[in-house]
């Protein structure tokens, strides 16, 4: 099995809200930074979203911010990406992701990550 599977996207309107979910496996994300990246067709991955090792730093991109929100639970071995207000550039395929930072500070890095998820596609279309 997977060490991450996501689970939540679909298609929505624009405006409307969606769940992401990312379930580890095999690895306890009490040890790990986390994050969720997004790739569109003919774009490279780009972070979204990441939440520190330790602590509750967070960080965005800027296209984000004030619209999703990344949490985790480490007694569930899950974390999740809360998205509102979801705009038609919002649509691409999201990957949850961990690494073993060992740092207070959320890193939004995309070379830090090195577990990922399968990915899961979300569609904002009306």
């Known amino acids: 099995q997977a060490p991450l599977v996501e689970s939540g996207g679909g298609l929505v309107q624009p405006g409307g809200s969606l769940r992401l979910s990312c379930k580890a496996s095999g690895l306890s994300l009490s040890e790990y930074g986390l994050a969720w990246f997004r790739q569109a067709p003919g774009k490279e991955r780009e972070a979204v979203a990441c939440?520190?090792?330790?602590?509750?730093?967070?960080d965005y991109a800027d296209s984000v911010k004030g619209r999703f929100t990344i949490r985790r639970d480490d007694e569930e071995n899950t974390f999740s990406l809360e998205m509102n207000n979801l705009y038609p550039a919002d649509t691409a395929m999201y990957y949850c992701?961990?690494?073993?930072?060992?740092?207070?500070?959320?890193?939004?890095?995309?070379?830090?990550?090195?577990?990922w998820g399968q990915g899961t596609q979300v569609t904002v279309s009306s």
């Open positions: 939440i520190a090792w330790i602590g509750e730093n967070r």
């Open positions: 992701a961990a690494a073993r930072t060992l740092s207070a500070a959320a890193i939004c890095t995309l070379q830090t990550y090195s577990t």
